[in-house]
C-alpha cells in the first residue's frame, strides 16, 4: 500500500509520541509492564521530534500509515452499516484531524436471503470496530471522518465496469445482488492495501495488529467472492476488476471471480501469494481516476492525514 518513493514526508501531526504508542498498546490488549517492553523491542522512536525528522528525511510513520487504513476503514463502515441499519457510524465515531466531512447516499438494503443479511450484518459490526480499533490506537493523531460518496461514486464505477450506460444510476443498495457486486469493490482494495502497507510498518506491535485486520478483510473477500460465484453475478464481478486493474497501473494483478473460464476464489499470484498496492494505486481506485490526484470518487474532498495523492500514470508502481 505504500511506497517509500511516493512519501517523501509525512506531517508532524501524525508522528508517533509516548502517549499515542501507549494507547496502541491499550488498544492491542498489551498493557502494564508489557506496554514498555513492547516498545523497547519495536524499536520505536522515543519522541516526537525523532519521529517527525525521520518523516521529512523520506519515512512514513507507523501512524501515517495507521491514519491511512482508518480512511479506508471509514469507507468500508459506513456502506455496510448503511447497507444493514440505515444509518452510519455514530457522532462519537468520527471526530478528529483533518475536516469532518459527511456521507452521501446509503440506505438499509431489502436483504431477500437470510444467510447474505447476517453476512453483511458481521462485516459492518467488523468495520465498524476496526473504526473504533484504529482511533483509540491513534488517540490525538486520529484523522476524522473525510467526506465520503456513496452514490455518484457507485454510478460512476458502474459506468467505468460497463454495468450501466452513461446517465443510468447504480443503487448498491437496491437489491441484495447490488450490495454484494457493491461489496466486492471495496474488500479486494482492503485486502490488496494491508498486504501492501505490511513492509513498512516498523512496530510489531502495529503489525500484528494490521495483520490481524488484513486477516478478517481477507475471510470478508472470499465471502463476498463465493456469494457472487452462488449467485451467478460473477460476469459483472469481473467487469468491476477490469475497472479496476484500468486504474492501478500498467500491471495486470487484479483477478475477477472466474478467470480463464476457471473458478478463482482465491485471487493470488503464481506462487498462490496475495499481492499489494501501494498508496497511490489504492487512491487511484477509490478516486476512480487513473490519474495523479488528491480527490474523487468515494472520497470527493480527498482523504485526511498525511498520504493523499494517487498514482502517476508515468510510474510503474502498482
Known amino acids: 500500500m505504500f511506497d517509500k518513493r511516493f512519501i517523501t514526508k509525512a506531517i508532524g501531526r501524525s508522528a508517533e509520541n509516548p502517549l499515542d504508542r501507549r494507547r496502541f498498546l491499550a488498544a492491542a490488549g498489551v498493557t502494564g509492564v508489557g506496554v514498555g517492553a513492547a516498545v523497547l523491542a519495536s524499536g520505536a522512536p522515543a519522541m516526537a521530534s525523532t519521529a517527525k525528522t525521520a518523516a521529512y528525511e523520506g519515512e512514513v510513520t507507523d501512524s501515517a500509515i495507521l491514519?491511512?487504513?482508518?480512511?479506508?476503514?471509514?469507507?468500508?463502515?459506513?456502506?455496510?452499516?448503511?447497507?444493514?441499519?440505515?444509518?452510519?457510524?455514530?457522532?462519537?465515531?468520527?471526530?478528529?484531524?483533518?475536516?469532518?466531512?459527511?456521507?452521501?447516499?446509503?440506505?438499509?438494503?431489502?436483504?431477500?436471503?437470510?444467510?447474505?443479511?447476517?453476512?453483511?450484518?458481521?462485516?459492518?459490526?467488523?468495520?465498524?470496530?476496526?473504526?473504533?480499533?484504529?482511533?483509540?490506537a491513534l488517540g490525538g493523531a486520529k484523522v476524522s471522518r473525510p467526506a465520503i460518496d456513496l452514490k455518484?461514486?457507485?454510478?460512476?464505477?458502474?459506468?467505468?465496469?460497463?454495468?450501466?450506460?452513461?446517465g443510468q444510476s447504480f443503487d448498491p443498495f437496491a437489491s441484495e445482488e447490488n450490495f454484494l457486486l457493491g461489496a466486492f469493490i471495496f474488500e479486494d482494495v482492503g485486502v490488496t492495501a494491508y498486504k501492501g502497507a505490511a513492509p513498512l510498518i516498523t512496530n510489531k506491535t502495529y503489525l500484528g495488529a494490521a495483520a490481524g485486520i488484513l486477516a478478517v478483510e481477507a475471510y470478508h473477500a472470499g465471502i463476498i467472492r463465493d456469494r457472487i460465484l452462488s449467485m451467478g453475478l460473477y460476469h459483472q464481478a469481473d467487469a468491476i476488476s477490469a475497472a479496476r486493474d484500468s486504474l492501478d497501473g500498467k500491471t495486470d494483478d487484479d483477478q475477477g471471480v472466474v478467470v480463464n473460464n476457471v473458478i478463482s476464489l482465491v485471487p493470488t499470484d503464481a506462487n498462490s501469494i496475495a499481492y499489494g498496492r501501494t498508496a497511490e494505486r489504492v487512491l487511484n481506485v477509490v478516486y476512480l481516476n487513473p490519474n495523479q490526484i488528491d480527490r474523487g470518487g468515494f472520497f470527493p474532498a480527498g482523504v485526511n492525514g498525511a498520504i493523499v495523492a494517487s498514482g502517476n500514470p508515468g510510474s510503474p508502481t502498482a
Open 67 to 136: 491514519n491511512f487504513a482508518l480512511n479506508l476503514e471509514y469507507l468500508e463502515a459506513e456502506f455496510y452499516l448503511r447497507a444493514v441499519t440505515g444509518t452510519g457510524l455514530p457522532s462519537s465515531m468520527i471526530d478528529g484531524i483533518d475536516p469532518q466531512g459527511g456521507v452521501v447516499g446509503g440506505h438499509k438494503v431489502p436483504f431477500k436471503t437470510g444467510a447474505i443479511k447476517s453476512i453483511a450484518t458481521e462485516i459492518a459490526a467488523d468495520e465498524k470496530a476496526h473504526v473504533a480499533f484504529l482511533r483509540a
Open 152 to 166: 455518484s461514486s457507485f454510478n460512476a464505477a458502474a459506468v467505468a465496469a460497463g454495468l450501466i450506460k452513461p
